[in-house]
């Protein structure tokens, strides 16, 4: 079997026979290209820079295969390791990243027809460059006070707008004799300041958070929590 390495910058392709071709019109191509999903909706980027967990589809974009029999690899590292940590084998793949630092996505393709062979491996990575998606390390903060008085201003209780990369979450509310008001897994969630659906009253209430971030950062995070009904936006500001 002969093979054939293409590269994106060759400027003829050859045939099993030593034919020239005077273009790529009639042998398969591929065009790896990563979309992933951000708060905006989607976003194509070969070289993408968000928060965990990122999820990001993959695709192969193959043209012109007519009668070849395809194979495909696609291989994920992180960028410090020189072999995977995840290989797929199918066309179009999906994965959600949920660990800190840069990854490396690459498509090894394989065409076959009868004897010939075209391949896409370490050459055209070599000359391309691979996919990348970059993951931040994480953080997590949260307020001290909130004020549920129903003015649309800081009414629930959450972790500051600044976290990121956070991967597991919990959260729960206590009252002063220790009993358990509200619980929630998701730092976009909050306490709206109720139990069993009823107001409770102005004080000091007491919040316990346990947390690991993509970059394996765990957080135990253990503080006061001053709930101000009387609160207005014309009075003083609430401190975080």
């Not at 800190?100 to 990575?125: C, E, P, S």
């Not at 500051?160 to 979450?169: D, H, P």
């Given at each position: 079997?002969?093979?054939i390495?293409?590269?994106?910058?060759?400027?003829?392709?050859?045939?099993?026979?030593g034919?020239?071709?005077?273009?790529?019109?009639?042998?398969?191509?591929?065009?790896?290209?990563?979309?992933?999903t951000?708060?905006d909706?989607?976003?194509?980027?070969?070289?993408?820079s968000?928060?965990?967990?990122l999820?990001?589809?993959?695709?192969?974009n193959?043209?012109n295969?007519?009668?070849?029999?395809?194979?495909?690899?696609?291989?994920?590292?992180?960028?410090?390791?020189?072999?995977?940590?995840?290989?797929?084998?199918?066309?179009?793949t999906?994965?959600?990243?949920?660990?800190?630092?840069?990854?490396?996505?690459?498509?090894?393709?394989?065409?076959?027809?009868?004897?010939?062979?075209?391949?896409?491996?370490?050459?055209?990575?070599a000359?391309?460059?691979?996919?990348?998606?970059?993951?931040?390390?994480?953080?997590?903060?949260?307020?001290?006070?909130?004020?549920?008085n129903?003015?649309?201003i800081?009414d629930?209780?959450?972790a500051?707008?600044?976290?990121?990369?956070?991967?597991?979450?919990h959260?729960?509310?206590?009252?002063?004799?220790?009993?358990?008001?509200?619980?929630?897994?998701?730092?976009?969630?909050?306490?709206?300041?109720k139990?069993?659906?009823?107001?409770?009253?102005?004080?000091?209430?007491?919040?316990?958070?346990?947390?690991?971030?993509a970059?394996?950062?765990?957080?135990s995070?253990?503080?006061?929590?001053?709930?101000?009904?009387?609160?207005?936006?014309?009075?003083?500001?609430?401190?975080?």
């Open positions: 079997m002969k093979k390495l293409l590269l994106l910058t060759a400027a003829l392709a050859v045939t099993a026979s034919r020239a071709q005077s273009s790529y019109d009639e042998i398969p191509t591929i065009n790896p290209t990563a979309t992933y951000t708060e909706g989607e976003e194509e980027s070969e070289d993408y968000g928060n965990a967990p999820a990001g589809r993959f695709e192969a193959p043209e295969v007519g009668e070849y029999t395809a194979s495909y690899e696609w291989r994920f590292s992180m960028d410090t390791d020189t072999e995977p940590y995840l290989i797929r084998y199918e066309q179009d999906e994965y959600t990243f949920t660990k800190a630092g840069t990854h490396n996505i690459v498509l090894y393709a394989l065409f076959v027809n009868g004897n010939d062979t075209i391949a896409y491996t370490q050459d055209y990575w000359e391309r460059g691979p996919l990348r998606a970059s993951v931040s390390e994480s953080r997590l903060e949260m307020p001290n006070a909130f004020s549920p129903g003015d649309g800081n629930v209780y959450k500051k707008s600044n976290y990121q990369s956070i991967v597991e979450f959260a729960y509310i206590f009252n002063r004799w220790g009993q358990k008001l509200y619980e929630w897994s998701d730092p976009a969630g909050g306490w709206d300041g139990y069993k659906g009823k107001d409770v009253a102005q004080g000091v209430y007491f919040v316990l958070v346990k947390a690991k971030g970059d394996g950062k765990e957080y995070i253990k503080r006061d929590v001053n709930l101000l009904r009387g609160y207005t936006e014309s009075t003083t500001t609430v401190t975080e």
